[in-house]
């Protein structure tokens, strides 16, 4: 038995020599490899075409295929039939003032039970014209704009003064300048009306978001007509532009 195991070896060592280094294997070789060597962990030795541990690696990946198979889902939300989907697309276009509740709600009036979220994947998208950007309202309405900062200015006696800048846009000319130790809400509001008074007031107010301007701030510029338009989070450069 051992020399017919030898002469065995013997040829697969003549073969191999004879084939490409990389071999293939099909699902079925794998298998056999691996149910074997788990039947008899000694056939491992006898393995020449391949390596002991390629063996070993194709049994953990067996092991981990079938579990995700066994772990699959097997529920999930039901299929939309075609006539829904095309009866919410064409509601949708003949109506392209209704969002996804309204037309849930009429689906709904129509004894047709879908969610409202299936009904708003299925409306027929539109190309909505694309909002301007910042540099562009401020070229359309550079008129009627006003732009205010506050900026700290240290003193030789190491106190801090708060300066107002209000500059119109327009011409660029600076319509106000204050000078405070304590800048309030109430403070700066009475600055906005030195600067711009009620008749002659911008249309818009372009500020950062520094806590400063509190909520009586906020009400002055209501009343005066003025649009509140503080910059984004974090983007200085905004007033410069």
């Known amino acids: 038995m051992e020399a017919e195991i030898l002469i065995l070896r013997h040829q697969l060592n003549i073969q191999r020599r004879h084939l490409p280094k990389r071999l293939t294997f099909r699902a079925m ?50 299929t939309v039939a075609v006539e829904i989907r095309r009866l919410v697309r064409e509601m949708s276009i003949a109506n392209p003032l209704r969002g996804a509740p309204r037309i849930h709600g009429e689906l709904l009036k129509l004894g047709i039970e879908i969610g409202q979220t299936s009904v708003a994947k299925y409306m027929a998208k539109r190309r909505d014209p694309p909002s301007q950007g910042w540099r562009t309202f401020l070229r359309n309405h550079a008129d009627g704009i006003a732009a205010m900062d506050l900026f700290v200015v240290p003193t030789i006696s190491f106190r801090l003064l708060y300066g107002l800048l209000i500059v119109g846009h327009g011409r660029r000319q600076i319509l106000w300048f204050g000078v405070t130790a304590h800048p309030t809400a109430e403070w700066i509001a009475n600055q906005i009306t030195e600067a711009c008074g009620w008749e002659q007031a911008p249309r818009y107010l372009i500020r950062d978001r520094d806590g400063a301007y509190g909520e009586v701030f906020i009400r002055r510029l209501r009343s005066m007509g003025i649009r509140d338009r503080p910059t984004s989070p974090r983007s200085p450069c905004m007033l410069n532009d």
């Open 29 to 78: 070789d794998r298998l056999i490899f691996v149910g074997l060597s788990r039947l008899a962990p000694s056939t491992l030795n006898a393995l020449t075409i391949v390596k002991p541990e390629t063996v070993v690696r194709w049994h953990r990946a067996g092991f981990r295929s079938y579990w995700r198979w066994k772990l699959r889902p097997r529920s999930g939300r039901p």
